[in-house]
């Protein structure tokens, strides 16, 4: 027996987005223990700015070169669709680090508590806020987090995904619970996250074991062969397959899993729910796309009924229930949770239309949710952020730019024509019809009618009824904002109007395994 | 000459001016909106006589530019005879309501810049619907007028003018999104078939697509025009509408952009789903008579003028889908024909109305009454305008109303029966509403308010008065450009007129 291993080859170029991401987390570690406090800030957005345009830099000559393949011995999946998914990821990962650094608009500093780990309401706090404490410990949080996003969706194996999943969901619980107002809030938000999340990544854990018991491995690639060799359909492979489900549709916010959904928008700092919102969606989605095409494509027929049930479920419930919030970042949280069940559309499609319509839909969805939570976090009235519905009215008086914007968004969530969201749908759906789900487009372009109704309410609200009881204000930000919302609006317009360049970019790309 | 993208890209222009002055005054404003909408009367004019009526090709004046082949979706226009009449309908009808209208914008929520912005961009974008050759560039445009038509009413209008903009918007919405799954499903049956998916509409009518699945999608299509038009009994939003919208947005709304309702019928559900406009024809019929009947009913019981007059609109296109639903070619060019001349009675109808409300300061039939005395040719005008509307022979909708009778009687004489009884109510909600209005001894406050027509009103409505009485004697040269469509239309569903029936239109 030979106990000599041939040392891996480890294609370093196709790594190299998620080594500067990572890196720089670490390094932003190190900044916060060595660098004086007065500078750590700049160093910070310096390390976090640089790493991100370096690692989209990685992506774009990668997807040019058409620098594709497998790597770290098989664990990583670079393929055209990864590609994208990560470019998408940093693109979103740099419109919120955009909000995130924004110091304009909180009198107080920023969005974030002056010390984490100080008792909301207790001396302590009141005395750091007194002192103007302002942390930058989230900058290393928020890296790691953008890095385990960038290696969800290119996973190749269940463990990968996993260890991804870990890498990213730790960090956001944590920054979920640390917004500077509304403390109890965020931090009860953070709690139900993490307690259900870490609960959904049993399910998914426990679903790889019964994988690994089915197939022998964990790859991808083998358990596809081990399906393929098992006509019978194995108890272990239906359990383990249904487990690995109900841990990514639960971070992608699909009923009945939507639950922390609404709590943790509302709850987490709205930057940061600006950048979760995003890209943990796409990330998320990248990673059931995945297993759905790849890993488990073999249990097409076996799975859809469950993700038809799913889809519709989710689709009805983010709608429906979106109808009635009077607070607007739950209203979006429930609109994130029916488009999740417009998405789940493109993964019953189950053809390669459905896959390039899923991660254009993604684009253009990460782009809007920025921007509406980016919208969200400039209007305020005397006690801080104002999120009730009815504080928006007569916004279109005060602000039309700030109003007219947040009116694009909402209309591109609506799927109107011309914007973004439209193409989106319309690629989504057309696959999924073409994949045999014709009643579920039917329930998906009802569930975009009463979806409408609401979006339609806020834009009623800014343009045509008179403010009543106290005033709010839209805050004038700093650069940073400006130019995230900047971003976001054209992405919006353009990807609407001009969206052919993107789906070239889309068309016949595949996962490879 | 590409007069079509000339005609699409003019009201743009004026709009981004008019948006870009920041200094203008409202007048030079209003002056600018109302030139462009001029000038593009004159291009579509002169289109109209360059079209040749007896071409061999379905579509003239065709530009096409690719815009996502990966959907196959290009942006490409072209008109035949319904469309033509139809684009030439609206331009004449932009510029006179806005001159009509001339004060209409003052004293609302929306500035008078607004105001012209939002005409001219709904101008443009109804161009585009009746253009558009790509059912996708139409669809886009179908939503897209949503928005500066819910603007233009929501603040524009009346007390409860919210309520209205937000209750159109959803309708259409809703009609919409259900247009969009029919969208999807009919992309993907060309895409089966073709082997690329296509959404070039002369394409897509040479398609077999399966009986069943063409019903379905035809559903879609169908509910969405129906919403449009608006049909019994989806047309509850249009009274609420019209009533809070300015007269000359009023005009607009029911004058043309319902017409993409019924257009849409002629041009997308019948040509694409011949199979399912047979199926479904009965059910279609019995909605129109209904709407006939009762939206007459209502027009007779109405207390204000404009909800009065959207409820006249109600009966009417349930003629006109009537006439659409007949399958006969006397039917169908009754129909096209319908569809102008409602446009410019209806136009003549609210903007006199219009002129009478702004008077007197209320839009209740109740305040108004000996109109007549007080203000001869004011009244004159209304009564022409109100005869044209219930169809008295001599005035342009008459031969439409005729037709279409005519049409529908050859090859379903029952409901042809049941219609006319729409003839009689209609003579009944005109006169009674002249009657409370004009005749009688004007009060003190008609008297006191309701002064003589004015020369810009009058300039503003000589042109929709002269079209309904020249219409009416020479309905021939119109017909000649609508018919040889309608033939492609019948040819396409693969319907013959019944036997003795070249009448009128031959």
Known sequence: ?513 | MNYLSILVALPVVGALIVGGLRSATDKLIKQIGLGTALASALVALSMALQFDPNSSSTLQFVEKYDWIPAFGVSFSLGVDGIALVLIVLAAILVPVVMLAGWNEAEGHRGSVRQYVVLTLLTYSMMIDVFAATDVFLFYVFFEAILIPMYFLIGRFGGQRATYAAVKFLLYSLVGGLLMLASLVGLWVVSREQLGAGTFDWETLTTLNIDGGVQNWLFLGFFIAFAIKAPLFPFHTWLPDAAGEATPGNATLLVGVLDKIGTFGMLRYCLPLFPLASAYFTPVVIVLSLVGIIYGALLAIGQSDLKRLIAYTSVSHFGFIALGIFAFTTQGQSGATLYMVNHGFSTAALFLVAGYLMSRRGSRFIEDFGGVAKVAPVLAGTFFLAGLSSLALPGMSSFISEFLVLQGTFTRYPVPAIIATTGIVLAALYILLMIQRTMTGEPTAEVAEKVGEITFREKIAIAPVIAIIIVTGFLPQPLLNIINPAVDRVMTAVTATDPVASEGVSK
Not at chain 1, 3 to 10: C, E, G, Q
Not at chain 1, 73 to 91: K, M, T
Not at chain 1, 339 to 367: D, K, T, W
Not at chain 1, 378 to 385: N, T
Request: no cysteine; charged share 10%; hydrophobic share 55%.
């Open chain 1, 1 to 513: 027996m030979n106990l000599l291993m041939d040392a891996p080859v480890i294609d370093y170029g196709i790594m190299q987005p998620i080594l500067v991401v990572l890196g720089a987390a670490v390094l932003g570690v190190l900044i916060e223990a060595f660098a004086p406090r007065e500078n750590r800030r700049n160093i910070q957005l310096v390390v976090t700015f640089g790493s991100l345009l370096i690692a989209l830099y990685g992506v774009v000559t990668n997807t040019s070169e058409k620098h594709v393949g497998l790597g770290a011995v098989n664990s990583l999946s670079i393929d055209g669709p990864g590609l994208f998914l990560q470019g998408v990821i940093l693109v979103s990962a740099l419109v919120g680090a955009m909000f995130l650094a924004e110091r304009d608009i909180d009198v107080q500093g920023d969005a974030f508590a002056p010390q984490a780990s100080a008792l909301p309401g207790s001396e302590d706090e009141s005395e750091f806020t007194l002192r103007g404490w302002l942390q930058t410990e989230i900058w290393p949080l928020f890296l790691f987090s953008v890095g385990g996003m960038l290696i969800f969706p290119v996973a190749n194996d269940f463990l990968t995904l996993f260890v991804a999943l870990e890498v990213m969901s730790l960090p956001l619980y944590l920054l979920a619970g640390m917004a500077r107002r509304r403390r109890l809030l965020s931090q009860e938000a953070a709690l139900k996250y993490f307690v259900l999340g870490a609960f959904s990544s049993a399910f998914l854990l426990y679903g790889s074991a019964l994988l690994y018991g089915f197939a022998g491995s964990v790859t991808y690639g083998d358990i596809v062969t081990a399906i393929g060799q098992d006509p019978g359909r194995n108890g272990l492979l239906i359990v383990g397959s249904l487990f690995v489900f109900v841990g990514l549709l639960f971070k992608v916010g699909a009923a009945p899993f939507h639950q922390w959904t609404p709590d943790v928008y509302q709850g987490a700092p709205t930057a940061l729910t600006a950048f979760m919102g995003a890209a943990t969606k796409v990330a998320a989605f990248g990673a059931l796309l995945r297993v759905a095409y790849v890993a488990l494509g073999g249990l097409r027929w076996d799975l859809a009924p469950v993700l038809w049930v799913i889809a519709g479920l989710t689709m009805l419930i983010g709608t429906v229930v979106g109808v009635a919030q009077s607070d607007i970042k739950r209203m979006l949280a429930y609109s994130s949770i029916a488009h999740a069940g417009f998405l789940i559309l493109g993964v019953i499609a189950a053809n390669p239309a459905g896959l390039s319509g899923s991660l254009f839909y993604l684009l253009a969805y990460a782009f809007t949710t920025l921007g509406t939570f980016g919208i969200v976090s400039l209007v305020h009235d005397a006690s801080g952020e104002a999120n009730n519905l009815g504080q928006f009215a007569g916004l279109g008086k005060r602000s039309p730019l700030v109003a007219g914007a947040f009116a694009l968004f909402l209309l591109a969530l609506a799927g109107i024509p011309l914007t973004s969201g439209f193409t989106g749908k319309f690629a989504v759906f057309a696959a999924a019809y073409e994949g045999g789900a014709a009643p579920l487009v039917v329930l998906a372009v009802i569930a975009s009618a009463i979806a409408a109704f609401f979006y339609v309410r806020v834009i009623v609200l800014m343009f045509f009824t008179e403010p009543q009881g106290e005033e709010v204000s839209v805050i004038v930000p700093s650069m940073f904002t400006q130019v995230g919302l900047s971003i976001a609006a054209t992405a919006t317009v353009i990807l609407g109007v001009m969206p052919q360049p993107v789906l070239d970019l889309l068309n016949n790309t595949f996962f490879i395994r």
